[in-house]
């Protein structure tokens, strides 16, 4: 339920077990501080303790699940919890907004999709185990609704070159027979989101994951195709909001999850 405030004081630590599959990850734990910020990924926020609180737009709202979509600006300050998120690319992304009433809007998660989340995670002991769950939950309610053709073959040409050179855009465009601008529309309209927010996004993931795999941020930055840790530092602040050296330290990956 929403409410309007000001700021909530907040000075706990982040903790918590996290799991990264391929379009998919997942964080068990409490939040500590962070900034508003906005990632190219869904939320769904499920209580598994205490009320959480959410803040968008000067508007607090308070409840058992939220709804985030990709690309708000938002804070969270929550107990023990579930976070997932889903790449907007995906179709299981897709099948999730096709039981929302307004998946562009923060809102209450459904009652019996967060019961799912929660009864899902007693099941799953992998990131992979937990995906699988919610895809044949969608899969068994409704299928995701038809993406274009094409957003399969640009999708995975940009997957490909996560940390390495990028296509140009015009190419991209090229190969589906769009002009540059067209196809700059036409990507906003199939994901949500630009080219390059998109683009930001995997590297970001990528960083993240060699990180909680053993690498050094600086390492993991140029792996991922950043010009340096500072840049990295930079977006991480910016998605996340909160800086990598203060929430990687106490998160640990959860056994069985994704390791490349």
């Known amino acids: 339920m929403p409410t309007h405030t000001s700021k909530l004081a907040d ?3 982040w903790f918590g077990e996290l799991g990264i599959d391929v379009g998919f990850a997942f964080f068990i ?8 910020h906005a990632h190219w990924a869904h939320q769904c ?30 804070r969270l300050i929550a107990p023990r919890h ?27 998660l459904p009652q019996k999709i967060a019961d799912f989340f929660r009864a899902a995670l007693t ?15 969608f899969k068994h309610h409704r299928m995701a609704s038809t993406s274009d053709p094409r957003l399969a073959i640009i999708l995975q040409r940009i997957h490909q070159e996560i940390g390495a050179e990028n296509t140009k855009r015009s190419e991209l465009a090229q190969q589906i027979a769009l002009s540059d ?17 998109y683009r930001k996004w995997l590297r970001l993931i990528l960083a993240f994951k060699s990180i909680l795999n053993g690498s050094s941020a600086i390492d993991a930055a140029h792996l991922a195709g950043f010009s340096d840790q500072a840049h990295f530092s930079r977006t991480f602040m910016a998605m996340f909001g909160v800086s990598p050296h203060s929430l990687l330290p106490n998160l640990t990956l959860k056994n069985g999850s994704a390791k490349n």
């Open 11 to 13: 000075t706990r630590l």
């Open 29 to 36: 734990g409490q939040t500590g501080d962070n900034q508003s």
């Open 45 to 74: 926020i499920v209580r598994l303790d205490q009320p959480l609180s959410l803040f968008n737009a000067g508007v607090r709202f308070q409840d058992d699940a939220i709804f985030v979509p990709a690309g708000v600006e938002h």
């Open 82 to 108: 579930l976070s997932l998120f889903f790449d907007p690319t995906s179709r299981l992304a897709k099948a999730l907004c096709d039981h929302l009433n307004k998946p562009l809007s923060v809102q209450t």
């Open 123 to 137: 099941q799953a002991n992998s990131s992979q185990d937990l995906h699988q769950h919610c895809l044949s939950y």
């Open 181 to 197: 601008s067209r196809f700059s529309h036409w990507f906003h309209e199939q994901t949500g989101m630009p080219l390059r927010s």
